[in-house]
């Protein structure tokens, strides 16, 4: 599918003039920074964080975009988690009350509060009830009602799993709209990331994130790997500074030896087939959906009572019995082995008053 990203950018966004930094006007060396109203003497917190952080984050996207055999870095939009990448992908393409965007339900909730904050018409289309992709209604909708993106969460929350590579390329190849790959949850998949695909697609933006993983939510570091086309729009509409010197500064120590993102989802994938075995063992526990992520479904038959019980015993999970295809499962997290055996020795507690 040729397309062409112009034509799908909001005419006021390609209008528009991007804020000019202070030091975007500045190319050079300078010995003397006197043009951004900082602080010169420093700060109290002690360290050096009285100057403004680079807006295009250049030392931060070269060392991901190596780390992700990127061919450039312009490939990369870098976002204060990805929730501000996905909001930036509505605001640059969508014109809100004319635009719309289909989301696969169930799906993760804050594709549709982007939607809705930016006043944006969701198209929803359900998925299989065995999570898989309605692929023939997905492109029927498409092309009927020509949305700007359609949003694909894989692996998806809350169900788990990843969607068939075949599905996903028959979509990128009969949509002429942006199609937005959410892969969160990809480091503990089995599949490879759709990354490795970019140059084949123009329309595809593939978003991941710092705070799975990598365990660091707190940092609020999301990505989004597109055509640099895409990314320049992102970039061009973002907050100058949304990328703060802290985060970069830890995400750049943090990849000085990346091994250890890969035994923190070596330990997950233990857990999580520790965890899912015991429930297997739990009478109450009706059904265990296979996972591809850090978390999974298991049915109950009174997911309320289930839930408000572990409540009690000071454990939350997430109760997503009101989601389509959804009925009776709590959507839980792999915790470490000390959190998952409190778990499953709160439902046994359960089962044995039922
Ligand atoms: C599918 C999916 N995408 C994105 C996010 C948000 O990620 P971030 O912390 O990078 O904003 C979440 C968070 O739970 C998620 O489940």
Redesign the pocket.
């Known amino acids: 599918m040729n397309i062409n990203i112009t034509s799908l950018v909001r005419k006021n966004i390609l209008k528009m003039k991007k804020y000019a930094s202070a030091r975007d006007e500045f190319t050079g060396k300078a010995k003397v920074f006197l043009d951004a109203n900082e602080n010169a003497f420093g700060s109290p917190s002690g360290q050096e964080l009285n100057r403004y952080p680079d807006p295009l984050q250049k030392q931060l996207r070269d060392k991901i975009a190596d780390y992700k055999g990127l061919s450039s870095p312009e490939h990369l939009f870098l976002g204060n988690?990805?929730?501000e990448a996905i909001d930036l992908i509505l605001r640059a393409f969508c014109e809100p009350r004319i635009d719309s965007l289909m989301l696969l339900l169930p799906t993760?909730g804050?594709y549709s509060v982007s939607a809705n904050v930016n006043d944006i018409k969701i198209l929803n289309v359900e998925l299989n009830k065995d999570f898989s992709l309605n692929v023939n209604e997905i492109i029927s909708v498409a092309k009927k009602e020509q949305p700007k993106v359609i949003f694909i969460?894989s692996p998806n929350?809350p169900s788990a799993n990843v969607y068939a590579k075949e599905d996903i390329e028959k979509i990128l190849n009969s949509v002429n709209c942006l199609v937005m790959i959410?892969e969160?949850y990809i480091d503990f998949a089995t599949t490879s990331s759709w990354i490795e695909r970019l140059d084949e697609f123009k329309n595809l933006i593939v978003?991941q994130?710092f705070?799975k993983a990598w365990g660091m939510?707190g940092v609020?570091l999301?990505m989004a790997f597109a055509d640099p086309e895409i990314i320049n729009v992102l970039n061009k509409i973002k907050y100058p500074y949304n990328i703060n010197d802290v985060t970069s500064n830890i995400v750049l120590k943090t990849l000085q030896d990346p091994s250890i993102k890969d035994e923190l989802v070596t330990k997950i994938k233990i857990e999580r087939t520790f965890l899912m075995n015991a429930f297997k063992d739990i009478s109450i526990v009706k059904e265990v959906i296979p996972s591809e992520a850090n978390f999974f479904l298991a049915r109950f038959k009174d997911p309320d009572a289930v839930y408000r019980f572990l409540t009690e015993e000071g454990i939350i999970v997430r109760n997503r019995s009101n989601q389509l295809h959804c009925e009776g499962c709590l959507r839980v997290t792999v915790g470490t082995r000390e959190e998952n055996i409190m778990l499953c020795e709160a439902l046994q507690k359960y089962s044995e008053k039922e």
């Open positions: 988690g990805s929730d993760y804050m969460c929350n959410d969160a978003i994130t705070s939510a609020r999301g």
